[in-house]
């Protein structure tokens, strides 16, 4: 099976099961990374560990405290979101 068919059958499958979105079955773990934590970014959030400060930077940081977040309702359901795709996926942090 090529890769683009064996890409697809897990678009399609995982949009059957409900699970994701088709976006969301076809990026990496470390495209979800970045979109989960550019949301983050976005909102204030001074962030703890190497990997996101050397990515993304702490300049203009406010929120040390991730329940002081201001997030939307939308910023939530779509960091939900990525955080299943995540699971599923098996990525890690």
Request: glycine share 8%.
């Amino acid at each position: 099976m090529s890769a683009t068919r064996s890409s697809m059958s897990l678009i399609v499958f995982a949009v059957i099961l409900g699970t994701t979105s088709i976006a969301d079955a076809a990026q990496s773990c470390q495209q979800m990374w970045v979109a989960r934590n550019s949301i983050y970014k976005a909102r204030g959030y001074c962030f703890k560990t190497d990997r996101a400060i050397q990515y993304f930077g702490n300049g203009g940081c406010r929120y040390r405290d991730e329940d002081a977040i201001p997030f939307t309702d939308a910023d939530r359901m779509r960091i939900a979101e990525i955080v299943r795709s995540e699971r599923i996926r098996g990525c890690g942090d």
